[in-house]
């Protein structure tokens, strides 16, 4: 079943017709008029988020209280105040900063566009001149469905964070090639993709294909079904549990906390009646996710509760919540209550006060010392930084017992320490750092804690005890870099772009506006994390200082990793900043093809093995589609394509001196600079393989 929008001929841009032209633009502010569907039940336009100064771009229907919210970009963060979104003859939709930085558009828009049209039933159609939409937001769900709205097989809802928090989440709704709909779980904290499929439709029929589903259709009338090839539906709503469509709104949602729901809310009302749950999947979320390979619906070392089809969340007995998002940390105070009453009651009364007074006495200390120990702030005489005992990481972490990752320098591992406004941090255990003195370690090590750039990890404390050296962080949850391009799911082109982009001005920053220059000697995905908004924050800078000569990565001097080492490092010549250019070249290149620097040859996938061979031959002879194979939005934006790709060969030329550096980089990307032509990267020898 297909939906053909018929959009009516645009002239000025009104409000009361639901058309909007071509040039025209809404700012994020309060104050800013959405663009209403023709009835008003509709709007498109910015939303003030909660508690902070930001905006979310997204549909909303206007005329209940809680204006709910039903699509939003999927991969864009919510935005600053003085941002715009317009209509664009290119592009169609086009979100902007308030400097005018294009942040987020519309994807495989192929022809001229004319116009817009915000439907009534909550769908935003773009359209080309003959009035055919070529892009509307009913193809591009984020976590909500709305009656008339169908998705094809390998459509997906993704769930936000949090009811609060629009960044992606964990749970997945998928409508698979094999005909069955699910719901599944991905761990991004582990990075291991998948984890658990918890519903499945049962609608896949491999004996006969014709039997399978291939469409999840919203209907009109208020009822989800899945279609089958051969016309048979398998309806998932109970009809009679549904009101009628003419006298209630209705959406489905996957929730932040798994569950899809079918949510109804009269369109008649006084007061505010909410949102009313009609059917949800699955029965028992706390049943159907085991969290053998995840975390479960509620997290880990939790006990998951069904109250209405919601999770209720809660600590295993003698437990409290250290964190809403984790809770791990026991409640020791309630055992040593249980103790001390014990001992109380078997007492003579003079015994059993002095017992009290001491207990009470003895309560008043702990409580202090774990104030002290968990919120003072300890500056060390001439650092920015705070400075902890290995005791206090060690309670912080649990006993170092989540690890997050382990890298060159050491391994990671989860914590929780109220520092102001952050909670969760990370913990970098250094096990190759030189015993210098304790001096110069501080030194190094503030150097580093002076570093204050959005595209930087940054640095909160440290602990210099005796022999442990660690370093606090904050954390980062949406994992590596590495695990989004490598994974399941392709980010889109736009979000590598951006990806490259924070990388490169990162690495400027570093390398040119800081108070003591910076030489990273790790640039690789693994080193770069993203935060809560996808944003790329640079990791691990400043360590290789404090990392001993006689036991970097290799036998030689050279530090860094197999495919991402510039030729210096081989030769007897002095390491400068362009080291860096070089593996952010590798890097570029990784990104812009979501493949990696060097093919593991011991497992057959001998074709292609070293990227940037491929790449050049590529760009040389003119098949830079070859890169970027079923990526529509790359290959619509061939200019863009062509130009991160030419930057990334500039970076990795073997000549030093014909590299650019990264400000100069960072120029080309943006397309402030024109970039040449760039010649053979490695016209005198090939590339090694024996590092």
Not at 85 to 110: A, F, H, M
Not at 299 to 319: K, V
């Amino acid at each position: 079943m297909f939906f053909i929008i018929f959009l009516l001929p645009l002239g000025t841009s009104s409000q009361n017709d639901g058309t909007v032209n071509v040039g025209i633009s809404l700012p994020a502010t309060e104050r800013s008029n959405p663009w209403l569907s023709p009835s008003g039940d509709f709007a498109f336009g910015f939303q003030k988020l909660q508690d902070n100064d930001q905006f979310l771009l997204s549909i909303w229907y206007n005329k209940i209280p809680a204006k709910t919210i039903v699509w939003y970009p999927k991969d864009t963060s919510p935005v600053s105040r003085g941002s715009t979104v317009e209509i664009d003859t290119q592009n169609g939709l086009v979100l902007r900063d308030p400097q005018g930085s294009r942040l987020w558009r519309t994807e495989n828009i192929v022809d001229s566009v004319s116009g817009g049209f915000m439907n009534d039933t909550g769908n935003f159609v773009i359209s080309r001149r003959d009035s055919t939409g070529i892009w509307e937001s009913f193809k591009n769900p984020s976590d909500t469905m709305l009656p008339t709205q169908i998705i094809e097989i390998n459509g997906k809802l993704v769930s936000r964070k949090s009811e609060t928090n629009f960044s992606r989440g964990r749970f997945y709704l998928d409508m698979l090639n094999n005909g069955n709909l699910v719901l599944n779980t991905r761990s991004v904290s582990r990075n291991l993709g998948f984890d658990d499929e918890y519903y499945n439709s049962q609608t896949s029929d491999l004996a006969n294909v014709s039997n399978s589903g291939y469409q999840v259709i919203f209907s009109e009338r208020g009822s989800i079904q899945v279609l089958r090839t051969n016309g048979e539906r398998k309806a998932l709503t109970t009809e009679r549990s549904i009101p009628t469509t003419s006298d209630h709104y209705h959406r489905a949602t996957l929730d932040f906390d798994g569950v899809f729901r079918q949510y109804y809310h009269p369109k008649s009302f006084s007061g505010n009646p909410g949102w009313t749950a009609a059917e949800y999947w699955p029965e028992n979320i706390c049943v159907s996710i085991k969290g053998d390979r995840g975390s479960g619906a509620c997290g880990y070392n939790s006990i998951c509760r069904l109250q209405n089809g919601t999770p209720i969340c809660r600590c295993p007995q003698g437990y409290s919540l250290a964190d809403p998002e984790s809770p791990d940390k026991p409640k020791k105070d309630r055992e040593t209550l249980i103790l001390v009453g014990s001992v109380l009651l078997g007492s003579s009364v003079f015994i059993n006060f002095m017992l009290v007074g001491a207990a009470c006495f003895g309560f008043i200390l702990i409580y202090n010392n774990k104030i002290t120990n968990f919120r003072r702030v300890h500056n060390a005489a001439g650092l920015n930084l705070q400075c902890f005992t290995y005791k206090e990481l060690a309670q912080a972490t649990n006993g170092f017992k989540e690890e997050l990752g382990r890298g060159s320098f050491g391994i990671v591992y989860k914590g929780v320490m109220p520092m102001g406004s952050i909670t969760t941090i990370a913990v970098k255990k250094l096990d190759r750092v030189a015993q210098d003195t304790e001096k110069e370690f501080r030194t190094e090590v503030n150097v580093i804690g002076q570093t204050h750039h959005k595209n930087l990890v940054r640095l909160l404390g440290f602990c210099d005890e005796g022999p442990h050296r660690l370093l606090v962080y904050e954390y980062m949850n949406n994992g590596t870099v590495a695990s989004f391009l490598f994974g399941d799911l392709k980010p889109n082109w736009n979000q590598r772009t951006q990806i490259a982009m924070g990388i490169a001005k990162g690495l400027a920053y570093l390398h040119e506006e800081c108070s003591t220059q910076i030489i990273h000697c790790d640039i690789k995905p693994q080193n770069i994390l993203l935060d809560e908004y996808y944003n790329a924050r640079i990791s691990d800078f400043g360590l290789a200082k404090l990392l001993m000569v006689n036991q970097s990565r290799t036998l030689t001097n050279i530090r860094g990793t197999k495919g991402y080492v510039a030729p210096e490092w081989f030769r007897n010549t002095k390491v400068t900043v362009k080291v860096d250019v070089y593996s952010f070249g590798i890097l570029l290149l990784e990104i812009i093809t979501c493949r990696r620097s060097v093919v593991d040859l011991e497992f057959g996938e001998g074709e292609n093995p070293i990227l940037a061979d491929w790449v050049w031959d590529c760009f040389q002879e003119g098949r830079l589609d070859n890169l970027v194979v079923d990526d529509t939005e790359a290959l619509n934006d061939k200019k863009g394509l062509e130009r991160f790709v030419m930057v990334g060969i500039w970076c990795i030329q073997e000549d030093s001196s014909l590299r650019p550096t990264m400000r100069k980089a960072c120029q080309m990307l943006e397309g402030i600079l024109e970039v040449k032509f760039p010649p053979c990267p490695s016209p005198f020898t090939s590339t090694d393989l024996s590092i």
